[in-house]
């Protein structure tokens, strides 16, 4: 079964602009998080989706947002980037129920210049 | 607030040597307490939950409501133990998890 795959794995980007990473989960999960990991603050919760609607959201200014798609695919955006955005950020994947048994993606590390 | 704190961010140990990496939680809640590996070169991964009360490689790990802790604990290490551990916490089906800083795990031959 393939794992969570993210795309793009690397991306640099200027302050201001916008961007788009993507998320496939494994195959019959309709769970999907998103985590920003930076080496100051850690892994952090940006978001989760289940069946195309968010049950939860973390502490991130708006300028971050996702959505997911009827086949549980999930994408995330970041407007207006800064440079304290710079990140990788990690999706995971999981049946639905929370059970805290997430399986992460590799990862889709941002660096804002 | 929820927090997980891991006061070590480096543990260095002689292979078969015990280890225990700590973490210490804050929640007003009933947590559920999980710890995740990440082997170099590999994805961060489930390594055990609290729930489950269950030894995996030799790993165990105990919820002390008292003391708010969930160390993990291996009695020998090996150097195939070697990896970043990350303690996390949930609550209140909040479908998120708190995560520690992280604690590197170096076994030495």
């Known amino acids: 079964k393939a794992g969570v795959t993210q795309t793009p794995r690397y991306l640099i980007k200027t302050r201001g602009q916008q961007v788009t990473l993507s998320c496939s989960p494994i195959?019959?999960?309709?769970?999907v998080s998103w985590y920003q990991q930076t080496p100051g603050q850690g892994l952090q919760f940006l978001f989760e989706y289940f069946s195309e609607t968010q049950r939860n959201k973390g502490n991130f200014p708006g300028r971050f947002s996702g959505r997911q798609f009827s086949n549980s695919r999930s994408e995330m955006n970041v407007s207006t980037l800064e440079l304290g955005d710079s990140a990788l950020y990690l999706c995971?994947?999981?049946?639905?129920?929370?059970?805290?048994?997430?399986?992460f993606g590799e990862g889709s590390r941002l660096t804002v210049l | 607030a929820q927090r997980v704190t891991q006061p070590e961010k480096l543990l260095s140990v002689f292979k078969g040597a015990p280890v225990e990496l700590k973490c210490n939680y804050s929640y007003s809640g009933s947590p559920e307490l999980f710890w995740y590996v990440q082997y170099s070169r590999q994805r961060l991964q489930l390594l055990l939950r609290?729930?489950s009360r269950e030894s995996i490689k030799g790993f165990t790990a105990d919820l002390n409501k008292g003391e708010t802790s969930f160390h993990l604990k291996k009695p020998f290490a090996q150097e195939e133990d070697s990896a970043m551990y990350y303690c996390a916490l949930s609550g209140d089906s909040s479908y998120k998890l708190i995560f520690g800083s992280g604690t590197r795990l170096l076994v030495r031959p």
């Open positions: 195959s019959g999960h309709r769970s």
């Open positions: 995971a994947s999981s049946l639905g129920g929370f059970t805290g048994e997430l399986f």
């Open positions: 609290h729930i």
